[in-house]
Nanobody
Framework: QVQLVESGGGSVQAGGSLRLSCGAS????????MGWFRQAPGKEREGVAA????????YYADSVKGRFIISRDIGKNTLYLQMNSLKPEDTAMYYC????????????????????WGRGTQVTVSS
């Protein structure tokens, strides 16, 4: 049974940084496409970043490009999201997810593709 557990969320001021972690069990990071999503109250879940199974290609939403970095540690079986220059509009619950397909591709941001989800970690950015 796949379990994904996010951690690292918290409250920061605008301009600050956080690093989110997603620990996996029952699943090997690098087996397939993995992504980070977020959902703010009253809004749809949106794709933030994703990484192909071999780590060779990463994908980012325009709103976070240049500020967020997705990475992984195979030895720790963990996916990360480094978030820099945070803005109040980044406030949301952040989720990691695993897609059964090897390659993320152009539809990486579609939540429906992903089969396994963590419960999320809250990120709050104050101005």
């Amino acid at each position: 049974q796949v379990q994904l557990v996010e951690s690292g969320g918290g409250s920061v001021q605008a301009g600050g940084s956080l690093r989110l972690s997603c620990g996996a069990s029952g699943y090997t990071v690098g087996d397939s496409c993995m992504g980070w999503f977020r959902q703010a109250p009253g809004k749809e879940r949106e794709g933030v970043a994703a990484m192909d199974r071999d780590g060779g290609r990463t994908y980012y939403a325009d709103s976070v490009k240049g500020r967020f970095i997705i990475s992984r540690d195979i030895g720790k079986n963990t996916l990360y999201l480094q978030m820099n220059s945070l803005k109040p509009e980044d406030t949301a619950m952040y989720y990691c997810a695993a897609d059964p397909q090897y390659w993320c591709g152009g539809s990486w941001y579609k939540a429906i593709r992903y089969d396994d989800w963590g419960r999320g970690t809250q990120v709050t950015v104050s101005s």
